[in-house]
């Protein structure tokens, strides 16, 4: 599209001018090369007319040249901010990757995992610059707003959401728990070769894959660090690592119990059998402890009890928070629930709760939501499809409404799935865009209307901050003009080192670049991996009709 502004070279880490990936190979294993990450040529928007048919694709072609910003964010998903000393992080099924058995529960630790906090350190501050400096690529101006669609923590804990506030508002990060060494699996003395040991010592990352030493990573890496927050304001989302263990299991009043307390186990215990391992995990996860020398010994910490869904929310309510509640109301404090509506420069942002308390990581919705959203949609909306596919008119004010969720069509399921989620979006000719996080994948899907041909929707689910290519997205709404909406996306990489320092003592901006170039070494979800999506996933112009006059 012509008349896109783009600000200077490399500003704010926006992949138009750079996009960075796998450079040049440092370290060999049997199965395939550690990699050096790698600054490219950057990667230029491309337009999606997929919903507007090819006579309605060539004028939207055209209008570019009167692009009109209405609001600008940022969307940031799946950064599973982790407490690497978590007595119920079981680890020891990365073992069994290998197995079907286990394909639900695996991976459960990453090599770059100590290092999230540092990640997203770096990411708020690429945010911050963005805004005051650089600007969006399209519009040039600053962000709005930031979305956040849910995994922001890992293992359902207190101490994990209270540095996710943390980094978000800015406040004292606290990575470790349980004294001043915590019982990592990482750890030189753990006493298993699974796990890529950053102090040196035989492990299989290093003979498979290349990891070589990084002395006192993890004694940096854990160490508290004050952190100044985000300049704009942001929203929340529940996901499933919020709801449940690892995103999968429910949290039983035996295990609340053993989560703060002096024993991790670290092998599956004989009494559990392997094709039952899922199950346990999901409804009992008490189960994997025990007696016996499948127990470690750690240092109890309370900080790691468990966090339900309404302490979650409540717990996003502090002095400074902006919105009140990042976008939680004082009915959901009231009645222990997890989606809300807020309004901002003329759009109407829906948060759903598409969580699964009884266990596993798709996602559903109930009746009780499903009344509410549709009811919710009826307020900003002058005419909308009944059910029976008539047409109603509400005499009501129009506004653009973009829903946002943990889980996408993907990945939710049951009675309200993602098909009949769909039908009743469809219903509203203004709910325009769909983001949602969950698969750790970018990827950008049309959604036609039916009956209505050229319209419909746009769904963009982003990667996840904490695995390859660990990227936030931005997301543009403008009026094209000629009764046109434009949606601009572009990938953001955040402003940690591209090739961090050999030094042992590292910055933060180092620690940060190395969580990215880690992550980029892991084979399942790497560099060679699906996860940065297709170039139609990344940066694109997305067109649509505009359901009302935009003006």
């Known amino acids: 599209m012509s008349g896109v502004h783009h600000p200077r070279p490399g500003a704010g880490g926006l992949t ?3 996009r960075l990936g796998p450079g040049a190979v440092l370290r060999h294993g049997s199965l395939q090369p550690y990699r050096r990450v790698a600054a490219a040529e950057g990667e230029a928007h491309r337009v999606r007319a997929d919903l507007l048919g090819p006579e309605g694709g060539r004028r939207f072609a055209l209008t570019a040249g009167s692009l009109r910003p209405l609001l600008t964010l940022a969307h940031v998903t799946d950064l599973q901010l982790p407490d690497v000393g978590s007595t119920a992080r ?7 990757v290998d197995d079907p058995l286990f394909r639900k529960l695996v991976p459960v630790q990453r090599p770059q995992e100590a290092l999230t906090a540092r990640a997203m350190q770096a990411m708020v501050s690429t945010l911050n610059s963005l805004h005051e400096r650089s600007g969006a690529p399209v519009s040039g101006g600053g962000l709005d707003l930031v979305v956040t669609t849910g995994d922001a923590i890992d293992n359902a804990q207190w101490n994990e959401v209270r540095n996710w506030l943390a980094l978000m508002d800015g406040g004292r990060v606290r ?5 001043a060494v915590p019982a990592s699996v990482q750890a030189r003395d753990w006493p298993d070769e699974a796990f890529w040991r950053p102090d040196g010592g035989a492990d299989v990352w290093r003979e498979r894959f290349g990891f070589g030493d990084r002395p006192r990573l993890l004694e940096q890496a854990l160490a508290a660090f004050d952190a100044s927050g985000l300049l704009v304001p942001w929203l929340a989302c529940y996901g499933n690592h ?3 263990l690892q995103g999968v299991g429910v949290v039983t009043p035996e295990l609340a119990a053993l989560m703060v307390g002096d024993r991790k186990p670290s092998r599956l215990r004989p009494s559990v059998r392997r094709e039952e391992a899922l199950d346990v995990f999901t409804t009992r996860a008490h189960e994997f402890f025990g007696a016996g020398d499948a127990q470690l010994a750690v240092v109890p910490d309370l900080a790691r009890r468990p966090v339900g869904r309404r302490e979650f929310v409540d717990m996003h309510f502090s002095a400074g928070a902006r919105p009140a509640g990042h976008g939680f109301t004082d009915r959901n404090r009231t009645e222990g629930t997890a989606y809300y509506a807020h309004d901002t420069g003329g759009v109407r942002f829906v948060a759903l709760d598409t969580n699964d308390l009884a266990g596993g990581a798709d996602g559903c919705l109930d009746e009780v939501q499903v009344a509410w959203l549709r009811a919710t949609l009826e307020e900003v909306s002058s005419r909308f499809t009944a059910e029976d596919g008539s047409t109603v008119t509400t005499g009501r004010e129009d ?4 829903v946002f969720s943990h889980h996408g069509s993907t990945t939710l399921t049951g009675t309200h799935g993602a098909p009949q989620l769909l039908s009743l979006l469809h219903r509203f000719p203004n709910v325009v865009l769909w983001l949602n996080g969950h698969t750790h994948t970018n990827a950008v899907r049309a959604h036609a209307r039916p009956g209505a041909p050229g319209d419909g929707l746009w769904e963009v689910t982003t990667c996840a ?3 390859w290519p660990c990227q936030a997205r ?18 953001l990489d955040h402003e940690g080192r591209v090739v961090p320092a050999e030094d042992p003592e590292l910055s933060p901006a180092d620690l940060a670049g190395l969580h990215r170039e880690l992550a980029g070494n892991v084979p399942w979800s790497g560099f060679d991996s699906p996860t940065s999506g297709t170039p139609t996933d990344r940066n694109v112009v997305l067109g649509l009709r505009a359901p009302f006059a935009l003006a």
């Open 16 to 18: 138009v001018h750079a």
């Open 90 to 96: 079981f680890e020891f099924f990365n073992r069994e």
């Open 175 to 179: 990575p470790g728990s349980g004294g």
């Open 242 to 244: 919020e709801a449940l």
């Open 399 to 402: 506004r653009l409404v973009v």
């Open 465 to 467: 901050v904490m695995d």
């Open 474 to 491: 931005v997301v543009e709404l403008l009026d094209a003009g000629d009764g046109f909406l434009a949606v601009a996306c572009t990938m």
